[in-house]
């Protein structure tokens, strides 16, 4: 099976712009979370949908936001970029086995917030 | 609140001594725990993960890891580290009523020849 994959892989914005990243999941697996990734912060996680639906969501301010369609396929949005929004974001899908998720993560997306 | 602590920032082991990496999780009846790797510029994979059972698991690329309930512990080893090894290792669990994964804040390995 294919891995999850993740569009662009780099993308470079300017302050006040917003961006758009994709994710693609494995084939079969219905549930994508977004984890930011920052050398101070770490991993953190932004939000999960299941189902088109958002299912949990992380401590993060309503700048980020995603969705995801019917395809398992899921966006995430940024909008009014800060440069503190420069990050690798990593996207993951999940196969429920043995009472929780087993997540998988994607290459990431690296945006820089000039 | 749920917490997974790595103790170790960096760690340096030579090519074919052993490894070990350390990990602590703070909260769960039953945890849900998973290691993964990250190489510079990647995403993580997946090496291994506990959910109950044989507290000694076996994961991909020679690694293992035993889970130690009343020490909290979940700590990553391998007999003979290879410099393909070199990058870097996070400590997850899985959040039960989420699902969302808490990671450490992981652990760089460094392999000299």
């Known amino acids: 099976k294919a891995g999850v994959t993740q569009t662009p892989r780099y993308l470079i914005k300017t302050r006040g712009q917003q961006v758009t990243l994709s994710c693609s999941p494995i084939s079969g697996h219905r549930s994508v979370s977004w984890y930011q990734q920052t050398p101070g912060q770490g991993l953190q996680f932004l939000f999960e949908y299941f189902s088109e639906t958002q299912r949990n969501k992380g401590n993060f301010p309503g700048r980020f936001s995603g969705r995801q369609f019917s395809n398992s396929r899921s966006e995430m949005n940024v909008s009014t970029l800060e440069l503190g929004d420069s990050a690798l974001y990593l996207c993951?899908?999940?196969?429920?086995?043995?009472?929780?998720?087993?997540?998988?993560f994607g290459p990431g997306t690296r945006l820089t917030v000039l | 609140a749920q917490s997974v602590t790595q103790p170790d920032i960096h760690i340096t082991v030579s090519e074919g001594a052993s490894l070990e990496l350390r990990c602590n999780y703070s909260y769960g009846a039953t945890p849900y725990l998973f290691w993964y790797v990250q190489s510079p510029g990647q995403g993580l994979q997946l090496l291994l993960k506990y959910f109950s059972g044989d507290t000694l698991v076996q994961g991909i690329k020679g690694f293992e890891a035993e889970f130690k309930r009343s020490q909290s512990s979940f700590n990553l080893r391998k007999p003979s580290v290879h410099w393909s090894d070199a990058a870097e290792y996070f400590c997850g669990q899985g959040d039960s009523n989420t699902g969302k994964l808490i990671f450490g804040q992981g652990t760089t390995l460094q392999v000299k020849p």
């Open positions: 993951a899908s999940s196969l429920f086995e043995g009472g929780t998720d087993t997540q998988y």
